[in-house]
């Protein structure tokens, strides 16, 4: 795997990403941040695996393929009957533990401007995923 390149500083417009911004963020960014994930989690977590589970369950942006990729990553439980999105705290930041796939993780966020979408690890929920599956289906990756 080659060196990643140091990454350019990229000013959002907003205090978060939106599903234009993920489409214009740099793509050599974006390929050296899913690079570092990759690397530092011996292939088990990154943006790049995320797509290939996302492309296997589907690779649709529908409901359906948000559950299944959802399902396959660890990111819902089965609480009181139902499954449910976990929450910041519910996720597993234990290699060992974790599902492949698992981390990063995306949370809507909202903002006195609107939602968009943290780039962090936490809540998932159908805008986040919209503007996640905008992630993975980055040329980039």
Not at 2 to 19: E, G, N, T, V
Not at 20 to 27: A, D
Not at 109 to 126: C, P
Request: net charge positive; aromatic share 14%; proline share 4%.
């Amino acid at each position: 795997m080659p060196q990643p390149k140091p990454i350019r500083h990229y000013k959002l417009k907003k205090d978060y990403f939106d599903k234009e911004s993920i489409e214009n963020f740099p793509g050599d960014d974006l390929r050296t941040i899913d690079q570092l994930w990759v690397k530092y989690s011996q292939g088990h977590f990154g943006f790049s695996v995320q797509k290939k589970i996302w492309l296997e369950v589907g690779g649709k942006v529908d409901y359906d393929t948000e559950c299944k990729l959802g399902d396959r990553v660890g990111w819902r439980k089965r609480r009181k009957g139902r499954k449910g999105w976990l929450e910041y705290d519910d996720l597993t930041f234990n290699l060992k533990q974790a599902s492949r796939g698992h981390l990063p993780s995306c949370a809507r966020v909202f903002a006195l401007g609107g939602e968009g979408f943290g780039w962090v690890v936490g809540v998932l929920g159908w805008f986040g995923l919209v503007v996640w599956f905008s992630l993975l289906s980055h040329q980039e990756l």
